[in-house]
């Protein structure tokens, strides 16, 4: 075992006194001597003693404090790595950095065939020891500062959680204490590291809860939990309840959750696919992203939105039923355009006082207007103005009329006057209805009435021409 791996497993099992040891290593220097300090583990290509600084920096300033994750420890001091190996290839200093450099770090991990999220991982160990060099004194500036990689993958893509189906194989294949495993991720949404800390003293089958005390970033929370989980936890719960629940490692549940995926012929998709299971299958539920972000123990409901997304068959269902929407969404412009009456008023109004469909499907040629079947339009409740100016004036002899159901003394081919006759002499002959009798009783009240008027006039013209 190499000198690194020992100091990162020494690490991994620190416990806050000893971390805090390691704090005040670098935090009780004075300021010239933690610079000098610094400076001479560069000059000397000291990365133990660079790893001890940045550790103490997250300790010490870090928003966790101790409490600050082994892993975050261990995953940075493996990116502190990567960036000295990185400056010792063109002869360059890790206090010599600049934005170009820093980029071109960038572009050097892009090119190791890293994926997105493991590039930022390394941006974020390199900002973090930037810091630490700026607590230091040696920098006054961070080039690494707001530099990270998109990802073209969308989050919701690369979760792939359990199927109903899939849950429902793995419950029928496994023995009791595997049946709690599978639970407590498809049904407690616990995080496989929780699983692992959960001792007996924490699970109270009485009330159907679960208290998580080393959830991620150190945060505790309770959970409920679901009856057939209160069931396999009740199978297999020793007489004097102490002691933890499993007893095992994480590595250790991982492998026993893929051998089981491998005898019920259920694709491994990894134990963190459990807690997706559960997120999901809440928010198709309940709709309810605050619902959903309490019970993973979320702070925000930001994290939660990716399990909307992830519900699928919401997804499929909204859009088969695309194919049988009704068109009316795409003719509002029409219709507004079609239904205000020709005269000043509010169209919402107009519509108060008048309702009741009209299924009129004739837009006659003549008028320039195509047919349109099926069409609905509101039209007034009551014809009874319609008669007092001019309905009966209107029924025309051997002229097509509108056929919906109240306009149907509305012509649909206008009068031939006389010489000398105008528009009054023809509403006064009973051979043209009134424009006020237009406007209150036919379904395409405006447009009709201007056609209508614009062809009378046409042909009075004609004659009188």
Not at 219 to 226: N, S
Request: hydrophobic share 40%.
């Amino acid at each position: 075992m190499t000198e690194h791996m020992k100091t990162q497993k020494d690490l991994a099992v620190r416990t806050p006194e000893t971390r805090l040891e390691a704090a005040e290593e670098w935090a009780t220097l004075s300021d010239e001597g933690r610079k000098r300090r610094a400076a001479e583990a560069i000059r000397d290509g000291d990365t133990e003693a660079l790893q001890g600084l940045l550790r103490a920096h997250l300790l010490t300033f870090g928003k966790k404090g101790l409490r600050v994750s082994r892993h975050t420890l261990t995953a940075y001091s493996r990116g502190l790595v990567t960036l000295l190996a990185f400056c010792d290839a063109p002869g360059l200093k890790a206090h010599q950095l600049t934005r170009q450099e820093a980029l071109r770090y960038t572009r050097h991990l892009e090119a190791a065939a890293l994926k997105p999220a493991s590039v930022n991982l390394k941006l974020a160990a390199a900002r973090a020891f930037v810091q630490a060099l700026l607590w230091a004194g040696l920098v006054s500036a961070d080039p690494f500062a707001r530099v990270s990689v998109a990802d073209p993958v969308p989050l919701a893509e690369k979760r792939h959680p359990y199927a109903e189906t899939d849950l429902a194989a793995l419950l029928n294949e496994a023995d009791p204490r595997e049946r709690i495993l599978v639970l407590l991720g498809a049904d407690a949404g616990l995080r496989v590291a929780e699983v692992a800390a959960l001792e007996w003293a924490d699970v109270d089958l009485a009330s159907a809860s679960l208290v998580v005390t080393v959830g991620k970033g150190g945060k505790r929370r309770t959970v409920a939990i679901t009856p057939r989980t209160v069931e396999g936890l009740a199978a297999v719960r020793p007489t004097e309840a102490s002691g933890p629940v499993f007893g095992i490692t994480v590595r250790r549940l991982q492998a026993i959750l893929q051998a089981l995926c491998w005898r019920a012929g259920v694709k491994h998709r990894g134990f963190h696919s459990l807690r997706h299971s559960a997120g999901t299958r809440l928010y198709s539920v309940t709709k309810d992203l605050k619902v959903v972000a309490r019970h993973l123990g979320h702070a925000t409901t930001r994290p939660s939105e990716l399990y909307a997304h992830l519900a699928d068959e919401d997804y499929r269902q909204a859009v088969q039923a695309l194919g049988e929407a009704k068109r009316a969404a795409a003719w509002t412009a029409d219709r507004r355009r079609t239904l205000r009456p020709g005269r000043r008023g509010d169209l919402a109004t107009w519509r108060k006082k008048h309702s009741g469909p009209c299924t009129c499907s004739v837009r006659p040629a003549l008028l320039g207007m195509g047919p349109r079947v099926g069409a609905k339009r509101t039209v007034p409740n009551d014809d009874r103005r319609g008669r007092r100016h001019g309905g009966a004036q209107a029924r025309v002899a051997g002229a097509p009329l509108c056929p919906g159901v109240r306009c149907q003394r509305v012509p649909l081919v206008p009068p031939t006057p006389a010489r000398g006759e105008g528009r009054s002499d023809l509403v006064k002959s009973g051979r043209l209805p009134s424009r006020r009798w237009r406007i209150s009783n036919c379904c395409r009240s405006a447009r009709i009435s201007r056609s209508l008027s614009s062809a009378v006039g046409h042909r009075i013209g004609q004659v009188n021409g």
